[in-house]
């Protein structure tokens, strides 16, 4: 099986760290598994840890005043979630939950800040990830004003196929299971119109649509057609 350390060798973010690092790095946390479904921290949870994904994925989701679930992103393995406590001491304001089967890397944060302390490269480089992810959420948001609702759907999967997906030449099968709910949830709109798109996109001849499944069979095809739709609205 494979060890703290080799999975701590695979992460970009520390990718220049030296081996006496990585291996203090190792010794301060502590891997876990987390069933599906369940929540790794909520809105309001104290922000005393720092997470790494080794395997599965989580979704990070925020609920609206009126108490809507929108989901922000999807993380996949390789990727660090909770490192906003390296600069701010505020509790969490989203959620975090296990999508699948996932095995966590997990940083106490004291024991994480007095690692980073003395390593301002690394301060740097989580400071530029969260800037990156601020700038995603910025760019959906503008996303969800602007673009009509099939471009949303169709320009989503297109996206979720390059970041989870399978290639096959032009067909792109998503790894990652998602319901019509998680599409609906992370293209801003309601299940219903999710569902109908995605019928439509079938029947089109984009997609085909498995038990939580879906495969891209045309990628250009589906930019296209979310092009076209998008300027057949404007004309409008």
């Not at 089967?101 to 530029?128: G, H, M, Y």
């Not at 599409?183 to 299940?191: C, F, K, P, Q, Y």
Request: charged content about 25%; glycine content about 6%; aromatic content about 6%.
């Amino acid at each position: 099986m494979p060890t703290k350390l080799w999975y701590l060798e695979r992460f970009n973010l520390f990718h220049g760290l030296q081996r006496p690092d990585k291996e203090e790095l190792a010794r301060i946390s502590v891997m876990e598994k987390k069933p599906k479904g369940t929540y790794i921290y909520l809105p309001s949870d104290p922000a005393d840890s720092v997470f790494l994904l080794k395997e599965g994925h989580v979704k990070v989701s925020r609920l609206t005043d009126e108490g809507k679930e929108v989901m922000l992103t999807i993380l996949a393995p390789g990727e660090v979630f909770g490192e906003v406590v390296v600069v701010n001491d505020q509790p969490r304001d989203h959620i975090a939950q296990a999508l699948e089967n996932v095995l966590l890397c997990e940083f106490r944060k004291r024991d994480f800040q007095n690692f980073v302390r003395s390593r301002p490269d690394l301060v740097f480089r989580i400071t530029k990830l969260i800037g990156l992810r601020l700038q995603r959420m910025e760019s959906r948001v503008v996303d969800l004003i602007c673009k009509d609702v099939t471009t949303r759907v169709s320009e989503l999967l297109v996206n979720l196929a390059e970041q989870y997906g399978k290639a096959a030449g032009s067909r792109g099968e998503l790894k990652i299971k998602l319901t019509h709910q998680d599409i609906a949830s992370l293209a801003g709109v309601s299940r219903q119109t999710a569902t109908e798109i995605l019928d439509r996109l079938k029947s089109q001849g984009l997609v085909e649509l498995g038990h939580r499944s879906i495969l891209i069979k045309n990628t250009q095809g589906l930019i296209s057609f979310s092009h076209s739709q998008s300027s057949a609205k404007a004309s409008l």
